[in-house]
């Protein structure tokens, strides 16, 4: 059973870092686990005539802020986000934000990174550029990533009834099921299963085409089913219902397709898909949802 006991929450202090936090909560909620928030600065400042927390007439300069003030801007984000009540551990620190983020992720043995996609404007002004980019691609451990499209997260829980996950095949899609069925399970939903067939044409071949080819094409769709049925069957005792769909497109655009017309909770994905270079399928198709997604996006790896 998929538990998270140890959830770790960046925030900069923007509306979608808030939202993030609030997913976050419902989530330690839920799990009844332990949240952690962390806010990173270059560096800090000793004394206390700072104006916390940007300075400069555009708003988008960062600049040293004192360390108290920090920690009372995130007792207020807490607030905000209905997290106070959960006591959450306060980390103002220094350094290259994704790298103190990882690190203490590390430290912490968090089984949980929460992440908003988009962030401040000064800070960085498209917070899934430069930080939740490379936290995805880095983490130690699973991370949700919240998109701005997404509603506070108002009830005492999240729950995730209509999943869908992307199948490659690959360690970290088959690891990404794993958690899929367990979320489904816990919440009495269900789960999608996608194959994207990328390098096949979209439409049947016509008469002339040689029959051999239409067999062949026929012979991989027929595979690709099978093999998605091989592991639904082999799950038919998580009390979870599981759908298989194969798709041929592109897997990035089959994904949020799906995802968007058939009002998905949550995306459970690998980080890394059958290829060997990570950043070659982090590129054409995780990034791809990750940045497009309008529901949560759980990335997963091996």
């Not at 998929?2 to 960046?10: G, R, T």
């Not at 929460?114 to 991370?143: D, I, Q």
């Amino acid at each position: 059973m998929i538990v998270f006991k140890q959830i770790l929450c960046p925030i900069d202090f923007s509306e979608n870092a808030t939202r993030a936090l609030a997913h976050a909560a419902a989530l330690a909620r839920w799990y009844d686990a332990q949240l952690t928030m962390i806010h990173v600065v270059p560096v800090f400042e000793d004394n206390m005539q700072s104006s916390f927390p940007f300075k400069g007439d555009d708003g988008r300069t960062p600049y040293a802020p004192v360390r108290a003030d920090v920690l009372e801007q995130m007792r207020r984000s807490a607030e905000q986000a209905s997290a106070a009540a959960l006591n959450p551990t306060l980390l103002a620190e220094e350094g290259r934000t994704h790298a103190a983020i990882i690190d203490r992720a590390a430290a912490l043995h968090a089984d949980l990174l929460v992440v908003g996609t988009h962030g401040r404007g000064g800070f960085n002004r498209l917070l899934l550029g430069s930080v939740a980019e490379k936290v995805v691609r880095t983490a130690p451990c699973p991370v949700l990533t919240v998109p701005p499209s997404v509603a506070h997260a108002t009830a005492p829980q999240v729950v995730f009834k209509n999943i869908l996950c992307p199948i490659d095949f690959s360690p970290s899609s088959l690891k990404a099921f794993e958690y899929a069925l367990d979320l489904g399970r816990q919440a009495n939903g269900c789960v999608t299963t996608l194959h994207a067939l990328e390098y096949m044409d979209e439409e049947e071949p016509g008469e002339h085409v040689d029959a051999s080819i239409r067999q062949y094409r026929q012979h991989v769709i027929d595979d690709a089913r099978q093999r998605l049925h091989a592991l639904a069957t082999e799950q038919s005792q998580t009390w979870c219902d599981i759908e298989e769909v194969v798709a041929i497109d592109r897997a990035y655009k089959a994904i949020l397709q799906r995802a968007s017309t058939h009002d998905t909770d949550l995306i459970v994905m690998g980080a890394q898909g059958r290829g060997s270079v990570e950043l070659m399928l982090y590129g054409s198709n995780t990034q791809h949802v990750v940045r497009a997604a309008t529901c949560p996006v759980l990335t997963v790896r091996a």
